[in-house]
Nanobody
Framework: QVRLEEFGGGLVQTGGSLSVSCVVSGSRLTDHAMGWFRQAPGKEREFVATVNWSGDRKNYADSVRGRFTIARDNAKNTVYLRMSSVKPEDTAVYYC?????????????????WGQGIQVTVSS
């Protein structure tokens, strides 16, 4: 059974940087494309970034492209989301997600397993 656990997060000032990580257990990370999503209060969960099984194909939401970077270390079974130049609108609970496929896209339904989420708050 695949299990995802997020780490990091917390409070950061506008314009600052923060990283969150996701440790995968119960499965080989190379069997999964991975994604990050987020959900702000009162809003629907939205796509942030995705990376394929090998790490050489990535895609980002327009709202974070150029500011956020998704990366993976398959040897450590860990996926990262590095956030820079953060804005107050980046405040949300961030979720790590695993797809049972080598490539995945932007849709929630493409992902089978989810972490519990971790709070990121950007102060203005």
């Amino acid at each position: 059974q695949v299990r995802l656990e997020e780490f990091g997060g917390g409070l950061v000032q506008t314009g600052g940087s923060l990283s969150v990580s996701c440790v995968v257990s119960g499965s080989r990370l190379t069997d999964h494309a991975m994604g990050w999503f987020r959900q702000a209060p009162g809003k629907e969960r939205e796509f942030v970034a995705t990376v394929n099984w090998s790490g050489d194909r990535k895609n980002y939401a327009d709202s974070v492209r150029g500011r956020f970077t998704i990366a993976r270390d398959n040897a450590k079974n860990t996926v990262y989301l590095r956030m820079s130049s953060v804005k107050p609108e980046d405040t949300a609970v961030y979720y790590c997600a695993a797809a049972s496929a080598y490539y995945s896209g932007t849709l929630i339904g493409e992902y089978d397993t989810w972490g519990q989420g971790i709070q990121v708050t950007v102060s203005s």
